[in-house]
Protein backbone atom coordinates (compact mmCIF):
# COMPACT_ATOMS: atom_id res chain seq x y z
CA UNK A 1 0.00 0.00 0.00
CA UNK A 2 1.30 2.87 -1.11
CA UNK A 3 -0.12 6.95 0.10
CA UNK A 4 -0.85 9.57 -3.00
CA UNK A 5 -0.17 12.38 -0.97
CA UNK A 6 2.07 11.46 2.05
CA UNK A 7 2.55 15.17 2.97
CA UNK A 8 -0.50 15.06 5.19
CA UNK A 9 1.55 13.02 7.32
CA UNK A 10 3.41 16.29 8.61
CA UNK A 11 0.16 17.20 10.27
CA UNK A 12 0.94 14.29 13.16
CA UNK A 13 3.70 17.24 14.70
CA UNK A 14 0.46 18.57 16.19
CA UNK A 15 -0.17 15.94 18.21
CA UNK A 16 2.35 16.74 21.38
CA UNK A 17 0.62 20.41 21.41
CA UNK A 18 -2.84 18.39 21.50
CA UNK A 19 -1.50 16.41 24.67
CA UNK A 20 -0.30 19.94 26.25
CA UNK A 21 -3.22 21.52 25.40
CA UNK A 22 -5.33 18.71 27.33
CA UNK A 23 -2.86 18.32 29.95
CA UNK A 24 -2.74 22.48 31.12
CA UNK A 25 -6.67 22.13 31.07
CA UNK A 26 -6.96 19.09 32.13
CA UNK A 27 -9.57 18.53 35.33
CA UNK A 28 -11.27 15.77 37.11
CA UNK A 29 -14.96 15.72 38.42
CA UNK A 30 -14.00 15.58 42.25
CA UNK A 31 -14.39 18.58 44.35
CA UNK A 32 -11.41 16.91 46.73
CA UNK A 33 -8.44 15.22 45.64
CA UNK A 34 -8.11 12.78 48.10
CA UNK A 35 -11.40 10.82 47.08
CA UNK A 36 -9.43 10.06 43.82
CA UNK A 37 -7.87 6.30 43.69
CA UNK A 38 -4.16 6.30 42.91
CA UNK A 39 -4.32 2.92 41.25
CA UNK A 40 -3.61 2.20 37.38
CA UNK A 41 -7.24 1.90 36.44
CA UNK A 42 -8.09 4.80 37.59
CA UNK A 43 -5.34 6.75 36.18
CA UNK A 44 -5.60 4.73 32.64
CA UNK A 45 -9.21 6.04 32.82
CA UNK A 46 -8.24 9.70 32.71
CA UNK A 47 -6.16 9.78 29.66
CA UNK A 48 -8.29 7.33 27.81
CA UNK A 49 -10.21 10.02 26.03
CA UNK A 50 -6.56 11.36 25.00
CA UNK A 51 -5.47 8.22 23.71
CA UNK A 52 -8.60 7.37 22.15
CA UNK A 53 -8.51 10.91 20.25
CA UNK A 54 -5.36 10.78 19.26
CA UNK A 55 -5.69 7.66 17.50
CA UNK A 56 -8.66 9.14 15.33
CA UNK A 57 -6.61 12.34 14.58
CA UNK A 58 -3.97 9.81 13.03
CA UNK A 59 -6.49 7.83 11.13
CA UNK A 60 -7.68 11.28 9.33
CA UNK A 61 -4.57 12.15 8.61
CA UNK A 62 -3.68 9.10 7.11
CA UNK A 63 -7.06 8.96 5.17
CA UNK A 64 -6.30 12.58 4.15
CA UNK A 65 -2.82 10.92 2.96
CA UNK A 66 -5.04 8.81 0.49
CA UNK A 67 -3.61 5.08 0.70
CA UNK A 68 -3.95 2.74 -2.39
CA UNK A 69 -3.64 -0.47 -2.91
CA UNK A 70 -1.15 -1.06 -6.17
CA UNK A 71 -1.45 -3.69 -8.58
CA UNK A 72 -0.91 -4.46 -11.99
CA UNK A 73 -2.30 -6.82 -14.55
CA UNK A 74 -1.05 -9.93 -16.05
CA UNK A 75 0.70 -8.61 -19.50
CA UNK A 76 -1.01 -10.20 -22.37
CA UNK A 77 0.19 -11.16 -26.22
CA UNK A 78 -2.21 -10.11 -29.02
CA UNK A 79 -1.38 -11.04 -32.93
CA UNK A 80 -1.36 -7.41 -35.03
CA UNK A 81 0.18 -5.68 -37.80
CA UNK A 82 1.23 -2.05 -37.99
CA UNK A 83 -0.70 -0.32 -40.38
CA UNK A 84 0.54 3.56 -41.77
CA UNK A 85 -2.13 4.97 -44.49
CA UNK A 86 -0.67 7.75 -46.08
CA UNK A 87 -2.97 10.24 -48.15
CA UNK A 88 -1.55 12.54 -50.70
CA UNK A 89 -3.29 15.61 -50.13
CA UNK A 90 -1.62 17.78 -53.03
CA UNK A 91 -3.15 20.18 -55.12
CA UNK A 92 -3.83 17.55 -57.67
CA UNK A 93 -6.18 15.54 -55.50
CA UNK A 94 -8.45 18.53 -55.91
CA UNK A 95 -9.17 17.53 -59.32
CA UNK A 96 -12.46 16.63 -59.59
CA UNK A 97 -13.48 13.10 -61.40
CA UNK A 98 -16.96 11.46 -62.93
CA UNK A 99 -18.93 9.03 -61.12
CA UNK A 100 -20.31 8.48 -57.91
CA UNK A 101 -18.37 7.62 -54.48
CA UNK A 102 -18.12 4.46 -54.77
CA UNK A 103 -20.30 1.98 -52.12
CA UNK A 104 -19.03 1.14 -48.64
CA UNK A 105 -18.00 -2.60 -48.61
CA UNK A 106 -19.70 -2.55 -45.17
CA UNK A 107 -23.08 -1.70 -43.23
CA UNK A 108 -22.69 0.94 -40.98
CA UNK A 109 -21.11 1.08 -37.69
CA UNK A 110 -20.95 2.47 -34.43
CA UNK A 111 -18.01 4.38 -35.63
CA UNK A 112 -20.66 6.70 -37.89
CA UNK A 113 -22.51 7.70 -34.85
CA UNK A 114 -21.88 11.94 -35.34
CA UNK A 115 -19.95 13.22 -32.82
CA UNK A 116 -19.46 17.35 -32.09
CA UNK A 117 -17.51 19.08 -34.85
CA UNK A 118 -17.76 16.21 -37.18
CA UNK A 119 -18.32 17.34 -41.25
CA UNK A 120 -22.05 17.65 -42.26
CA UNK A 121 -20.68 14.83 -44.67
CA UNK A 122 -17.91 13.31 -46.15
CA UNK A 123 -18.73 14.56 -49.37
CA UNK A 124 -19.62 18.45 -48.37
CA UNK A 125 -16.13 19.62 -46.80
CA UNK A 126 -16.02 23.70 -46.60
CA UNK A 127 -14.19 25.25 -49.36
CA UNK A 128 -12.39 28.42 -48.86
CA UNK A 129 -13.18 31.27 -51.06
CA UNK A 130 -10.82 32.41 -53.73
CA UNK A 131 -8.92 29.22 -54.56
CA UNK A 132 -5.13 29.03 -53.46
CA UNK A 133 -4.02 27.17 -51.01
CA UNK A 134 -6.71 25.22 -48.16
CA UNK A 135 -8.79 25.01 -51.66
CA UNK A 136 -8.39 22.05 -54.46
CA UNK A 137 -5.56 24.03 -56.09
CA UNK A 138 -5.59 25.04 -59.34
CA UNK A 139 -8.55 23.58 -60.74
CA UNK A 140 -11.25 26.27 -59.98
CA UNK A 141 -13.44 23.75 -57.95
CA UNK A 142 -16.46 25.78 -57.23
CA UNK A 143 -19.55 22.89 -56.10
CA UNK A 144 -18.62 21.76 -52.38
CA UNK A 145 -20.39 18.74 -53.28
CA UNK A 146 -18.76 18.01 -56.48
CA UNK A 147 -16.63 14.43 -56.08
CA UNK A 148 -12.88 14.50 -55.92
CA UNK A 149 -10.09 12.83 -56.15
CA UNK A 150 -8.97 13.48 -52.27
CA UNK A 151 -12.92 12.44 -51.36
CA UNK A 152 -12.39 9.51 -52.72
CA UNK A 153 -9.31 8.67 -51.25
CA UNK A 154 -11.07 9.67 -47.72
CA UNK A 155 -13.70 7.27 -48.62
CA UNK A 156 -10.64 4.43 -49.47
CA UNK A 157 -9.66 5.43 -45.78
CA UNK A 158 -13.18 5.47 -44.19
CA UNK A 159 -13.82 1.59 -45.71
CA UNK A 160 -10.67 0.43 -44.76
CA UNK A 161 -11.09 1.30 -41.38
CA UNK A 162 -14.54 0.26 -40.79
CA UNK A 163 -13.26 -2.83 -42.18
CA UNK A 164 -10.74 -3.48 -39.74
CA UNK A 165 -13.13 -2.85 -36.87
CA UNK A 166 -15.96 -4.83 -38.39
CA UNK A 167 -13.95 -7.30 -38.52
CA UNK A 168 -12.41 -6.87 -34.58
CA UNK A 169 -8.99 -7.26 -35.96
CA UNK A 170 -5.86 -5.72 -33.38
CA UNK A 171 -4.16 -4.65 -36.27
CA UNK A 172 -3.04 -0.81 -35.32
CA UNK A 173 -3.38 1.75 -37.16
CA UNK A 174 -1.62 5.24 -37.99
CA UNK A 175 -2.92 7.72 -40.62
CA UNK A 176 -0.84 10.58 -42.43
CA UNK A 177 -1.15 13.02 -45.28
CA UNK A 178 1.44 14.76 -47.60
CA UNK A 179 1.89 16.90 -49.74
CA UNK A 180 5.67 18.17 -50.08
CA UNK A 181 5.76 17.94 -46.33
CA UNK A 182 3.81 14.78 -44.02
CA UNK A 183 1.01 15.89 -41.46
CA UNK A 184 -0.04 13.34 -39.20
CA UNK A 185 -3.34 12.54 -38.31
CA UNK A 186 -3.01 10.30 -35.62
CA UNK A 187 0.19 7.73 -34.71
CA UNK A 188 -0.09 4.07 -34.55
CA UNK A 189 -3.13 2.56 -32.73
CA UNK A 190 -5.59 -0.08 -31.92
CA UNK A 191 -8.43 2.62 -30.98
CA UNK A 192 -9.81 2.39 -34.54
CA UNK A 193 -12.88 4.63 -33.10
CA UNK A 194 -10.15 7.91 -32.80
CA UNK A 195 -8.41 6.86 -36.63
CA UNK A 196 -11.99 6.67 -38.25
CA UNK A 197 -13.17 10.12 -36.34
CA UNK A 198 -9.90 11.97 -37.61
CA UNK A 199 -9.96 10.50 -40.87
CA UNK A 200 -13.58 11.86 -41.65
CA UNK A 201 -11.55 15.44 -42.15
CA UNK A 202 -8.34 14.54 -44.72
CA UNK A 203 -10.94 15.74 -47.13
CA UNK A 204 -11.14 19.36 -45.69
CA UNK A 205 -8.37 20.88 -47.13
CA UNK A 206 -5.33 20.05 -49.97
CA UNK A 207 -1.89 21.52 -50.18
CA UNK A 208 0.45 21.94 -52.71
CA UNK A 209 3.05 19.97 -55.10
CA UNK A 210 3.62 16.16 -54.09
CA UNK A 211 7.21 14.96 -52.77
CA UNK A 212 7.05 10.93 -52.80
CA UNK A 213 10.31 11.01 -51.61
CA UNK A 214 12.35 13.18 -54.03
CA UNK A 215 12.86 15.77 -50.97
CA UNK A 216 13.89 13.72 -48.28
CA UNK A 217 12.30 13.46 -45.75
CA UNK A 218 8.78 11.71 -48.12
CA UNK A 219 5.99 10.14 -46.89
CA UNK A 220 7.68 6.50 -47.09
CA UNK A 221 10.64 7.93 -44.88
CA UNK A 222 8.23 9.45 -42.21
CA UNK A 223 6.33 6.14 -41.69
CA UNK A 224 9.78 4.36 -41.51
CA UNK A 225 10.94 6.55 -38.75
CA UNK A 226 7.72 6.21 -37.19
CA UNK A 227 8.07 2.16 -37.19
CA UNK A 228 11.06 2.43 -35.70
CA UNK A 229 9.67 4.71 -32.94
CA UNK A 230 6.63 3.46 -32.56
CA UNK A 231 6.11 0.01 -34.17
CA UNK A 232 5.68 -3.26 -32.31
CA UNK A 233 4.37 -5.87 -34.70
CA UNK A 234 6.80 -6.96 -37.05
CA UNK A 235 4.77 -7.49 -39.91
CA UNK A 236 4.63 -3.82 -41.30
CA UNK A 237 2.18 -2.35 -43.68
CA UNK A 238 2.18 1.63 -45.55
CA UNK A 239 -0.96 2.01 -47.40
CA UNK A 240 -0.38 5.15 -50.25
CA UNK A 241 -3.43 6.63 -51.65
CA UNK A 242 -2.82 8.77 -54.26
CA UNK A 243 -3.06 10.33 -57.94
CA UNK A 244 0.68 9.11 -58.43
CA UNK A 245 1.77 12.90 -60.30
CA UNK A 246 5.37 13.07 -59.03
CA UNK A 247 8.87 11.86 -60.14
CA UNK A 248 11.08 10.02 -57.94
CA UNK A 249 14.86 10.19 -58.88
CA UNK A 250 17.01 7.08 -59.42
CA UNK A 251 18.83 8.27 -55.55
CA UNK A 252 15.42 8.32 -54.13
CA UNK A 253 14.34 5.53 -55.55
CA UNK A 254 16.98 3.52 -54.40
CA UNK A 255 16.83 4.93 -50.32
CA UNK A 256 13.29 4.06 -50.56
CA UNK A 257 13.77 0.52 -51.79
CA UNK A 258 16.56 -0.03 -49.47
CA UNK A 259 14.25 1.59 -46.60
CA UNK A 260 11.48 -0.62 -47.25
CA UNK A 261 13.12 -3.71 -47.96
CA UNK A 262 15.65 -4.13 -44.89
CA UNK A 263 12.62 -3.93 -42.68
CA UNK A 264 10.39 -6.08 -44.63
CA UNK A 265 7.76 -3.96 -45.47
CA UNK A 266 4.72 -4.44 -47.66
CA UNK A 267 3.79 -1.63 -49.94
CA UNK A 268 0.28 -1.09 -51.01
CA UNK A 269 -0.49 1.81 -53.72
CA UNK A 270 -4.35 2.94 -53.95
CA UNK A 271 -4.59 4.75 -57.37
CA UNK A 272 -7.23 7.69 -57.59
CA UNK A 273 -7.86 9.51 -60.94
CA UNK A 274 -6.92 8.89 -64.45
CA UNK A 275 -3.16 8.96 -64.02
CA UNK A 276 -2.62 5.71 -62.89
CA UNK A 277 -5.19 4.18 -64.50
CA UNK A 278 -3.67 4.83 -67.61
CA UNK A 279 0.30 5.68 -67.38
CA UNK A 280 2.88 3.75 -65.49
CA UNK A 281 4.73 6.52 -63.30
CA UNK A 282 7.21 6.25 -60.80
CA UNK A 283 4.88 5.36 -57.89
CA UNK A 284 3.89 1.88 -59.70
CA UNK A 285 7.79 1.17 -60.57
CA UNK A 286 8.13 1.82 -56.47
CA UNK A 287 5.61 -0.60 -55.33
CA UNK A 288 6.89 -3.20 -58.20
CA UNK A 289 10.53 -2.57 -57.11
CA UNK A 290 9.69 -3.72 -53.46
CA UNK A 291 7.26 -6.81 -54.77
CA UNK A 292 4.27 -4.37 -53.38
CA UNK A 293 0.87 -3.72 -55.29
CA UNK A 294 -1.00 -1.75 -57.00
CA UNK A 295 -4.65 -1.17 -57.04
CA UNK A 296 -7.03 1.63 -58.73
CA UNK A 297 -9.57 2.81 -56.80
CA UNK A 298 -12.70 2.78 -58.96
CA UNK A 299 -15.45 0.94 -56.64
CA UNK A 300 -15.91 -0.34 -53.20
CA UNK A 301 -14.34 -3.93 -54.65
CA UNK A 302 -10.82 -2.12 -54.77
CA UNK A 303 -10.47 -2.06 -51.41
CA UNK A 304 -11.61 -5.62 -50.56
CA UNK A 305 -8.90 -6.80 -52.84
CA UNK A 306 -7.00 -4.60 -50.26
CA UNK A 307 -8.40 -6.15 -47.70
CA UNK A 308 -8.05 -9.67 -48.62
CA UNK A 309 -4.37 -8.91 -49.45
CA UNK A 310 -3.35 -7.88 -45.82
CA UNK A 311 -5.19 -10.59 -44.42
CA UNK A 312 -2.66 -12.89 -45.84
CA UNK A 313 -0.37 -11.08 -44.19
CA UNK A 314 0.92 -13.13 -41.14
CA UNK A 315 0.18 -11.20 -37.92
CA UNK A 316 3.11 -11.23 -35.03
CA UNK A 317 2.68 -11.21 -31.81
CA UNK A 318 3.24 -7.81 -29.36
CA UNK A 319 2.91 -7.43 -25.88
CA UNK A 320 0.99 -5.32 -24.19
CA UNK A 321 2.39 -3.70 -21.30
CA UNK A 322 0.82 -4.43 -17.95
CA UNK A 323 -0.73 -1.92 -16.60
CA UNK A 324 -0.86 0.17 -13.09
CA UNK A 325 -3.76 -0.01 -11.09
CA UNK A 326 -4.76 1.64 -8.16
CA UNK A 327 -7.75 1.24 -5.73
CA UNK A 328 -8.49 3.76 -2.75
CA UNK A 329 -8.49 2.66 0.57
CA UNK A 330 -9.09 5.57 2.19
CA UNK A 331 -12.31 5.40 3.03
CA UNK A 332 -11.31 2.67 5.84
CA UNK A 333 -9.21 4.91 7.46
CA UNK A 334 -11.86 7.88 7.13
CA UNK A 335 -14.36 5.66 9.10
CA UNK A 336 -11.62 4.15 11.42
CA UNK A 337 -11.70 8.33 12.17
CA UNK A 338 -15.26 8.38 12.94
CA UNK A 339 -15.61 5.47 14.79
CA UNK A 340 -12.49 6.93 17.16
CA UNK A 341 -14.26 10.43 17.66
CA UNK A 342 -17.66 8.98 18.62
CA UNK A 343 -15.86 5.98 21.09
CA UNK A 344 -13.66 9.24 22.69
CA UNK A 345 -16.44 10.97 22.85
CA UNK A 346 -18.21 8.44 24.66
CA UNK A 347 -15.06 7.89 26.92
CA UNK A 348 -15.11 11.47 28.05
CA UNK A 349 -18.47 11.31 29.22
CA UNK A 350 -17.94 8.43 30.96
CA UNK A 351 -14.99 9.74 32.56
CA UNK A 352 -16.45 13.22 34.14
CA UNK A 353 -19.57 10.97 35.04
CA UNK A 354 -17.12 9.65 37.32
Known amino acids: MIFSQPLWFSALLLLPIFWLFLRRRGKVGLTHLNGLSNGFGSRFLLILPKIIFSLAFIALVAALARPQRVYFEADD ?11 DKSGSMGAPVTGELPKRSSPDT ?3 KTFPGMPGSSLNPPTPAGGGRGSYYGYGQDDPNQLTRI ?8 DFVRNRFTAHQSDRIAVMTFDIYQYWFWPLTDDLKIIYRN ?9 DGTNFGSIDPGPVDAAMSHFDELGKARSKVIIMVTDGEDAIPPDAMKRLVDLMTKQDVHFYVVGVGETLASQDVDIMRLANAVNGHVFRMENAGDMQKIFQAIDTMERTSI ?21 LLA ?3 LSSMLVHNQ
Open 151 to 158: KLAQAAVL
Open 199 to 207: AQFISRITG
Open 343 to 345: LGC
Open 77 to 87: SIKSRDIIITV
Open 110 to 112: ELD
Open 319 to 339: KIASTEKRDERFIYFAFAAFA
